[in-house]
């Protein structure tokens, strides 16, 4: 049966970024399946999911990075780039990844060179897209940019190495790398995952900033839903590979529609504690890759799954958004 689509964006000169029908896989297994999406200027979108859902793979393949043995086939197109970046040669990725779309990663240290000061890192990739006429310059924005991500003493930071800083002043200096070059595209993959509730405060409002003062499209990946609610203003709930919910923060969070969102939503929920006075769990756990049931992906661990749930559900769309679901939350209200 042919997968669910999520509807299809046009490819567009107001889309920032415009991804159809893109799937992920290996020789054996297909991870990512038939994602569509797209990002408008200035939009903050949200990609949440437990561990193993498909969200960094997703990632991944927008920027070019996956490993090898890993495939993708589908459009990922930015504005103004008259290609396909799935396929696309790694000279012509080299000239977008860095520059119309960067990424900030979750573990600094591993991102980072240990053998590089930090404002030479910073200023490497300035110089590399020709945002700053020579060294010199380059060196000087990298302080610039070290102060706008609010790092004590940006001069002294720049003449340090990595394992100089602590671990938010590293995630600062990968935020510095990435909104370097102006891109219009921003992609974070759980990056204040490691961080204490102060320091990571404060790197999401720098991202909010960031992206805010050049009008950059945000795509915020975290499986922690109160981050989402404070940064995004757009989301889509991942599982099994699959887009299974999208829409609004605010609609999403109050009136979900798919299980498995209610099933994150509630285990987040101090308000609604199971009878034993604990926070409510989703049963089971994340399948393996290729394990994932056929039809729903999510209907072994589904409370609402019957027969009907071997057939792969349709998406239905609804207002800014949609799910795809045979056994919604809330159908019996409607």
């Known amino acids: 049966m042919t997968a669910p689509l999520t509807p299809e964006p046009a490819v567009s000169r107001t889309n920032a970024l415009t991804v159809r029908r893109l799937h992920v896989g290996t020789r054996r297994l297909e991870l990512v399946h038939d994602v569509s999406f797209s990002l408008q200027p200035g939009e903050r979108v949200g990609l949440i999911g437990e561990s193993g859902s498909g969200k960094s793979l997703t990632a991944l393949a927008l920027m070019g990075l996956l490993p090898d043995g890993v495939w993708a086939r589908g459009l990922v197109q930015l504005a103004g780039v008259d290609h396909n970046l799935i396929g696309a040669s ?19 240290m591993t991102a980072l060179s240990p053998l590089m000061r930090v ?18 310059a380059a060196r000087a924005a990298a302080v610039d940019l070290l102060a706008k991500v609010r790092l004590p003493d940006p001069a002294r930071a720049a003449r340090a190495y990595p394992h100089q800083l602590s671990g938010g002043q590293r995630q600062r200096v990968l935020l510095a790398i990435a909104l370097a070059n102006d891109p219009d595209v921003l992609i974070c993959d759980e990056p204040t995952t490691a961080l204490d509730v102060t320091v990571q405060a404060q790197i999401l ?16 990946i975290t499986h922690d839903l109160a981050v989402v609610a404070t940064v995004c203003e757009r989301v889509m709930v991942m599982y099994g590979g699959r887009i299974v919910e999208s829409g609004p923060v605010e609609t999403v969070f109050t009136r979900p529609r798919h299980p498995y969102t209610r099933g994150l939503l509630q285990a987040s929920d101090l308000e609604s504690l199971a009878d034993d006075g604990r926070l409510r769990t989703i049963p089971g756990t994340v399948p393996a890759a290729g394990r994932f049931p056929d039809g729903c992906v999510f209907r072994d661990r589904c409370p609402r799954a019957d027969g009907l749930c071997a057939q792969l559900p349709p998406w239905r769309p609804v207002a800014d958004g949609g799910y795809a679901c045979w056994h919604p939350e809330g159908a019996e209200d409607a």
């Open 90 to 108: 790694d000279r012509r990725l080299a000239r977008i990844r860095g520059n119309r779309m960067a990424m900030v990663f979750q573990e600094p």
């Open 205 to 220: 409002d720098l991202i909010v900033r960031g992206v805010a003062e050049r009008d950059a499209a945000l795509l915020f």
């Open 119 to 136: 404002g030479d890192q910073i200023a490497e990739t300035m110089l590399l897209h020709g945002s700053q006429p020579n060294r010199r």
